[in-house]
T-cell receptor, first 111, second 112 residues
Framework: GQSLEQPSEVTAVEGAIVQINCTYQ??????LSWYQQHDGGAPTFLSY????GLEETGRFSSFLSRSDSYGYLLLQELQMKDSASYFC????????????FGTGTRLTVIP | DGGITQSPKYLFRKEGQNVTLSCEQN?????MYWYRQDPGQGLRLIYY???????QKGDIAEGYSVSREKKESFPLTVTSAQKNPTAFYLC???????????FGSGTRLTVV
């Protein structure tokens, strides 16, 4: 099976930088994805890492270390609208297309 | 614009009733999925379909049923056998390989 661990809550100040960590256990690894979900809304895809290193997309970056079974999402220049839940996810190792999601990190951005 | 449409947005069900949640996509994606989300929780997979006329059980399929008669449509029926159906239901699709899911806006089901 798979398991993903994320902190349940993170609070950060507007304009600051915040890092949301994710450690995973899976019998076969096919990459780590990140999704953002605002309250009552649909999750939206943020990033995907298949190889070690940092992927940057605007204010958001995602990092992966396969040897440590660890990744993180980095949000820079935080804005109030970044307050949301963030989920990491790994692909089913059986080869199916479905994703297994972590329980999510609720980010609160304060003024 | 392409996307996924879920309907209804809110649904109330009496105990003992079956209800069907609609999910339609015009993205030409082969794979479709149903997830359940409980308050403060992650997403748990109910059923998925990688191709028309084929679907597989996810982690929490008991009390649910699906069909995939058309590529665009993947309806979910919550049966009376589902003991705790009150939840937020999310439908998603992908071009394949679990990358870049596109989610619908969800259906919030409440049993009254």
């Amino acid at each position: 099976g798979q398991s993903l661990e994320q902190p349940s809550e993170v609070t950060a100040v507007e304009g600051a930088i915040v890092q949301i960590n994710c450690t995973y256990q899976t019998s076969g690894f096919y990459g780590l994805s990140w999704y953002q979900q605002h309250d009552g809304g649909a999750p939206t895809f943020l990033s995907y890492n298949a190889l070690d290193g940092l992927e940057e997309t605007g204010r958001f970056s995602s990092f992966l270390s396969r040897s440590d079974s660890y990744g993180y999402l980095l949000l820079q220049e935080l804005q109030m609208k970044d307050s949301a839940s963030y989920f990491c996810a790994v692909r089913d190792p059986t080869g199916a297309n479905n994703l297994f999601f972590g329980t999510g990190t609720r980010l609160t951005v304060i003024p | 614009d392409g996307g996924i449409t879920q309907s209804p947005k809110y649904l109330f069900r009496k105990e003992g009733q079956n209800v069907t949640l609609s999910c339609e996509q015009n993205l030409n994606h082969d794979a479709m999925y149903w997830y359940r989300q409980d308050p403060g929780q992650g997403l748990r997979l109910i059923y998925y379909s990688q191709i028309v006329n084929d679907f597989q059980k996810g982690d929490i399929a008991e009390g649910y049923s699906v069909s995939r008669e058309k590529k665009e449509s993947f309806p979910l029926t919550v049966t009376s056998a589902q003991k705790n159906p009150t939840a937020f239901y999310l439908c998603a699709s992908s071009i394949g390989r679990g990358l870049g899911y596109t989610f619908g806006s969800g259906t919030r089901l409440t049993v009254v």
